[in-house]
């Protein structure tokens, strides 16, 4: 068997039971996009409850007084410079009343000398929101860093989460990992709803949700990736998006309507446990049983797709042993194997790199779309449902130019869109400038988003697929950790703080992004070996080109061996 028969050995299996078949429209529509959906609600809902309404001190003792509530706050709350450094009243402080609380009011007067912290609690604004998890616990003033850290920690558990899961999707299989990501988003979002007056608890149940956050969307997204056909990948990855679009627009839209944060975590959270109730179309990956030589199970889960897909074929294990390479199974250590050729450990850091930039700027962005003023659902909403059409001209770029040059351009474009945004982001009579040129950072963000993750799709092979996506997560959470911390600053400091950051960061990933391999119409590395190799013949300037590397002939050949078995697919069930 040449090394081209080889290589595609796998491929030619999965067309003769049917890679573009019912079996995996219903999978897709089922665990891409509606799972995903929920899935992304419960990754970003803590966004939301977390979000900080506007409030000042509450200063008792108006019913006292014939004053309206904003004669009252005119008279009891300072003025101080806020982050783009216009004068407005304070947050955080107050006058200290009990100096003339026993005089008649027109003889009140206060200096900067009479300034002190909130004494009585807080007033908020309950224009948009009955009850946020700050308001709930006043998170806010000298309390403020409390909610930054909550979504630092959850970047921990992302970390935590990716590192372990990542490699068990890969050592125990795809299928598995599902089901424990599903059991512990659960129980993490219904134990921070029961915790958050105990901050120290609520911190562990925050970071519990977050350890399989990446894994429930992996392990469907690997299963189909490693069941359709090549010229479905993108199509895939697409379909991923356009679930994760749905949910993260139609979430605040449900806070909106609830307006309480305990009935809004349920409500996006609870429906992720009805996908574990459904396992028909939750199979274990055929190509990695393969890839693990468990050929038993490979053939059942093969024959499971061939009747769904209503192919009249019937794999048995001998088939597969003939089939398939007759090769020792790879010694691979995990994520220690993504560095063990230079190639391949090159194309790592490089994704790395890719991840991490993009993570960290998609998500200071999604932070700082509730703390803009004004509607702060729709807010959300704009900003979220820009990413459909990103993801769309994502789409067609990759399958034209290829995925090297859409995720490298896109970062340009990001890049140099920030230079505008510092410039404007103090003026307040340009905040529809500033928005405009925000939306287009996050349309880029969201091509640069789908073009790395269908890069670290392909280029890493079967037995470390899981593995490698996990640790671009990893260090991509592990260096997000400071995004809270960035939008702290722009939110406390100067405005223009997070893009002079961001500007930097997309340019790194500019860079890193150009010097990738391409992967559009490139078969999937099945093993180290092949990854190991992975773009050594690429030219730097030149545009992907299709190569058909399936014939007509393997097909008929590879039937010719099913039909010399003679076993027919009656008897195949009953055993």
């Given at each position: 068997?040449s090394?081209d028969?080889e290589?595609a ?9 049917g890679?573009d ?6 999978f897709?529509?089922i665990?891409?996009?509606v ?8 990754f970003?809902?803590?966004?939301m ?6 409030h ?12 309206s ?5 005119n ?9 783009r ?8 402080k ?9 005089l008649?009011?027109d003889?009140?007067s ?5 300034i ?21 616990q006043?998170?806010i003033c000298d309390?403020?860093?409390y909610?930054?850290n909550i979504f630092?920690?959850h970047r921990v ?18 299928r598995p ?9 659960l129980?993490?979002r219904i ?8 901050y120290?608890?609520y911190?562990?149940?925050?970071i ?6 990446m894994?429930i969307?992996l392990?469907p ?7 359709s056909?090549?010229e ?5 990855a697409m379909?991923?998006c356009i679930?994760?679009t ?5 979430m ?14 349920m409500?996006?959270?609870?429906p ?39 192919k009249?074929i019937v794999v048995t ?5 003939e089939?398939?390479?007759?090769e020792k199974?790879e010694?691979v250590?995990g ?13 790592t ?8 930039n993009?993570?960290?700027?998609y998500y ?10 004004g ?17 769309i001209v ?8 290829g995925?090297r ?16 945004a510092?410039?404007?982001a103090r003026?307040?009579?340009s905040?529809l ?5 925000v ?7 969201s091509?640069?988003?789908f ?15 899981q ?10 959470n ?7 911390y ?5 939110t406390?400091y ?9 500007g ?8 890193a ?16 070996h092949?990854?190991?190799?992975f773009?050594k013949?690429q030219?730097?300037?030149?545009l992907?080109k299709?190569?058909k ?7 008929e050949s590879?039937?010719?061996l099913n039909n010399n078995n ?8 009953k055993?």
């Open positions: 068997m090394e028969h290589d050995a796998f491929d030619k299996i999965m067309e003769l039971v890679n078949g019912k079996f995996q429209r219903v897709n529509n665990y891409n996009v799972l995903v959906s929920f899935a992304s609600m419960s970003m809902n803590i966004v409850v977390l979000n900080e309404p506007d000042t001190c509450h200063v008792p003792g108006r019913e006292n007084f014939s004053m509530v904003d004669e009252w706050m008279l009891t709350i300072p003025m101080e410079q806020d982050n450094g216009i004068m407005s009243k304070s947050q955080c107050m006058y200290n009343i009990s100096l003339f609380e026993n008649p009011i003889q009140w206060f200096n900067e000398n009479d002190i912290s909130c004494q009585y609690g807080y007033d908020y604004n309950k224009t948009w929101y009955e009850r946020t998890t700050v308001s709930d006043d998170w309390k403020a860093l909610q930054t630092a920690w558990g992302e970390v935590i989460g990716t590192f372990c899961f990542g490699q068990l999707g890969d050592t125990i299989g795809r990992v599902f089901y424990l990501s599903a059991l512990f988003i129980l993490g134990m921070t709803t029961l915790t958050a007056s105990i120290f608890i911190v562990i149940a925050s519990m949700s977050m350890l399989t956050s894994s969307f392990s997204l690997i299963i189909a990736m490693e069941t056909k090549e479905d990948r993108a199509k895939i379909l991923q679930g994760w749905i949910g993260i627009s139609v605040p839209l449900v806070f909106w309507a609830v307006r309480d944060w305990v009935w809004f975590l409500i996006t959270t609870l992720i446990g009805l996908f574990t109730l459904y396992p028909k179309y939750m199979i274990e990956s055929p190509r990695w049983l393969a890839t693990k030589r468990y050929l038993t199970r490979c053939a059942n889960e093969l024959n499971r797709i061939a009747k769904i897909n209503g009249k294990e001998k088939m597969l042993v089939m398939l390479p007759n199974v010694e250590y994520i220690a194997s993504l560095f063990t050729g230079w190639r391949l450990a090159k194309n850091i490089l994704i790395i790199i890719c991840w991490t993009v993570s960290t700027t200071v962005l999604i932070l700082n779309s509730t703390r803009m003023g509607n702060p659902f729709l807010s959300f909403l704009y900003q979220s449902a820009i990413e459909l059409p990103a993801f994502g789409r067609w770029m990759g399958d034209r130019i995925r040059f859409s995720n490298a351009l896109a970062f340009l474009g990001m890049s140099i869109a920030c230079i505008p510092a410039i404007v003026d307040i009579e905040e400038t500033l928005t405009i040129i939306v287009f950072i996050k349309f880029c963000t091509i640069t988003f073009a790395v993750n269908l890069q670290s799709m392909e280029i890493y092979p079967t037995c470390l697929r593995s490698g996506i996990a640790v671009g997560s990893i260090v991509a592990s260096l997000a950790v400071f995004g809270p960035i939008v702290h600053l722009g406390q100067d405005v223009r703080y997070p893009y002079f950051v961001l930097g960061l997309c340019f790194m990933g500019f860079c992004a150009m010097f990738l391999p391409e992967t559009l119409h490139h078969k999937l590395p099945n093993t180290l092949e990854a190991k190799k773009g013949e030219k730097f300037w030149a992907p299709k190569s590397h399936l014939k007509e002939e393997d097909l590879l039937q010719k003679n076993i027919n697919f009656e008897n195949n069930q055993a």
